[in-house]
């Protein structure tokens, strides 16, 4: 069960509404990252037990970063979002290492804990 | 009187005049006989082709025929030329005496019409030419008639290269052999031509055809069989026989000219041939500029789709994600913690407040509704009221105009003025809309830096395309310290 969390997203506001969410699920937002370039570096340097992987990001997108993020030493789980449905992207999503996806607006803790049980 | 006639006028002056000069110097030549005959020819044959040239090139401008005969005419007079004593006008005549020849050969193929068409019209009268003109000269630089063409009491040849007498032969035989072929291919077109023709304008065709291919035709035998027979009697009977049915000429190629409409059809109908191609080019150029625009517009219509998916995503989309979220938690925090959930719904209903002033602009930005409710001048005064930079509306039409009109008009005026705000630092922008001539005109003008690149943006480029679809016009004037005005002209009856 994951506890420290890298929020990535380009909306300020999505990463501020995500961060409160999972800090009262009781997780650690150890970060956040507004595109991939700073989503790997951050997951370098501090080494999350998750990255909540927002797809639609600018430059590349969350299924690359996620493919880079596999690769990292201790590769921290991923989960992507989006604002999208999950079949708005075909079979990306299964193709992709992610943990799983959950659309932004089914995001909650309980969730997130199901795709862990 | 046109500039033209009296140019024509003194060319037949000129014309007489050299008449006249030539019958003195052939009644005083010391060599030229007999000297009657000489001068009834070259009098008949001068002045009925400058003459009836002058009169065919004043009725028909368009037509070079009138000038080639005229021309023809004046070369004829170089025969009188060489009837004189005085060795440099002698010389002068020798050089030229045959120019006549060629020029008739350059009416002859190409009459009606005066217009050289086709490759073997092109290379017969080139050759003729080369025969009479350069090959004429260069033959005059190695002969001495006293000498050499037995001619009795002729002046000397003053620049006479000597040394070199076998050179004249030679040049004499390919003068023959080009002026023989060039003759033969004259007539052999002339026939081809006639062969060609219909039966209106075999009519006329016949006198100018049957008189000019006789007379080469004789023309043709004395060259050939003089270099056989050298029978001074029968090279002089067939030389004045051809000529006198070459002084006959002019008139058939009068009356040809004149009889028939064909001389006039046929420039009405190159000119309309002209005018076609050059509509046919510009309907094509049309054509290609049509599909670009349409492709253009096409493209524009994906760019337009993306931008609102990525506008509604990036936007309103993002702001009802975090709302969901929030009113999930404040949802979780009821029971618990009633103050944070009081706090929490606040947040969303500001939120919500946000989302829906965004997209009320979002849907705006697809179509304005105050332009389809209210018309052109209300929307126009709103985007006046929304611009950052003050903006003036000189003009706006009071009354209601086709859709796709008002529509065109609104989003040149919009995107002219989101521009304005961004990048062109001016004080003020004055809009001008009104009707006129049958047209929509839009005008959106500022007092700032100028300088702008219409072709740069997309957005400006997309304008233009959507203004030609309405067939209008489209143009941006932006000097650097000027301001920029755009201009749009939009059909409107």
Redesign the interface.
């Known amino acids: 069960m994951p506890e420290t969390v890298l929020i990535v997203d380009d909306?300020p506001?999505?990463r501020?509404?995500?961060r409160?969410?999972l800090e009262?699920g009781g997780y650690a937002v150890v970060g956040e990252a507004g595109d991939g370039e700073e989503a790997i570096a951050a997951a370098g340097a501090l080494a999350p037990d998750l990255v909540l992987l927002d797809v639609?990001l600018p430059g590349a997108d969350g299924f690359e970063v996620a493919a880079r993020l596999r690769a990292l030493g201790r590769a921290p789980e991923v989960v992507l979002t989006s604002?999208?449905d999950r079949a708005d992207f075909g079979d990306a999503i299964a193709e992709s290492p992610a943990r799983g996806f959950i659309a932004?607006?089914e995001?909650?803790a309980p969730a997130l804990a199901e795709l862990f049980g | 009187m046109s500039g033209l006639r009296r140019a024509l006028v003194a060319l037949g002056v000129l014309a007489f005049l050299i008449g006249l000069l030539s019958t003195a110097l052939i009644l005083t030549s010391d060599h030229a006989s007999p000297r009657g005959l000489l001068l009834a020819l070259v009098l008949a044959a001068g002045w009925s082709f400058a003459f009836t040239g002058l009169y065919a090139w004043d009725r028909r401008p368009q037509n070079s025929t009138g000038a080639l005969m005229t021309a023809t005419g004046f070369a004829w007079f170089f025969q009188a030329l060489s009837a004189s004593n005085n060795e440099w006008i002698f010389a002068l005549g020798i050089v030229g005496q045959n120019l006549s020849f060629a020029i008739l050969i350059h009416l002859l193929v190409t009459f009606p019409s005066g217009r050289l068409r086709t490759r073997p019209q092109i290379a017969t009268v080139a050759l003729a030419y080369l025969a009479t003109g350069p090959l004429q000269l260069a033959w005059a630089l190695f002969v001495d008639p006293a000498t050499q063409s037995g001619c009795e009491g002729c002046p000397g040849n003053p620049v006479l290269i000597g040394g070199a007498e076998g050179v004249a032969d030679v040049i004499n035989v390919f003068q023959l052999l080009g002026g023989v072929t060039a003759i033969a291919l004259a007539i052999a077109l002339l026939v081809s031509h006639w062969r060609r023709s219909s039966t209106a304008e075999r009519r006329v065709l016949t006198p100018v055809l049957a008189t000019g291919g006789t007379a080469f035709s004789i023309l043709l035998v004395q060259l050939v069989v003089s270099e056989l027979v050298s029978s001074h009697t029968f090279q002089a009977v067939a030389f004045v026989i051809a000529v006198a049915i070459f002084a006959c000429l002019p008139f058939a190629f009068l009356l040809g000219l004149l009889r028939s409409r064909i001389g006039r059809a046929e420039e009405v109908s190159t000119a309309l041939t002209a005018e076609n191609e050059q509509l046919t080019a510009e309907l094509e150029a049309k054509v290609e500029e049509l599909r670009a625009s349409r492709h253009r517009i096409v493209e524009a219509g994906y760019a337009e789709r993306r931008r609102v998916e990525r506008d509604l995503h990036d936007g309103a989309q993002q702001r009802l994600m975090a709302l969901t979220m929030t009113l999930r938690l404040a949802r979780e925090k009821l029971d618990g913690d009633p103050a944070a959930s009081a706090e929490l719904l606040d947040e969303a209903m500001e939120e919500l407040g946000s989302a829906t002033a965004e997209l009320r602009e979002f849907a705006r930005g697809i179509h304005p509704v105050v332009l389809s409710d209210r018309g052109l001048a209300a929307a126009l005064n709103g985007l006046a009221e929304r611009s950052p930079v003050p903006v003036e509306i000189a003009a706006a039409p009071a009354e209601r105009l086709p859709m796709p009109v008002e529509s065109a008009a609104y989003f040149v005026v919009a995107e002219s003025l989101t521009n304005v705000a961004r990048y062109a630092e001016a004080g003020l922008a004055t809009v001008r809309v009104e009707r006129r001539d049958g047209n929509l005109e839009v005008e959106i003008s500022d007092d700032g830096a100028g300088g702008a690149d219409p072709g740069a943006g997309t957005g400006l480029r997309g304008l233009a395309d959507r203004i030609a679809a309405l067939d209008g016009s489209f143009d941006v004037r932006s000097e650097a310290g000027e301001g920029t005005t755009v201009e749009a002209r939009i059909p409107c009856e």
Request: aromatic share 6%.
């Open positions: 909306h506001g999505f501020a509404s995500a409160r969410m009262a639609q604002s999208r932004k607006a995001l909650c």
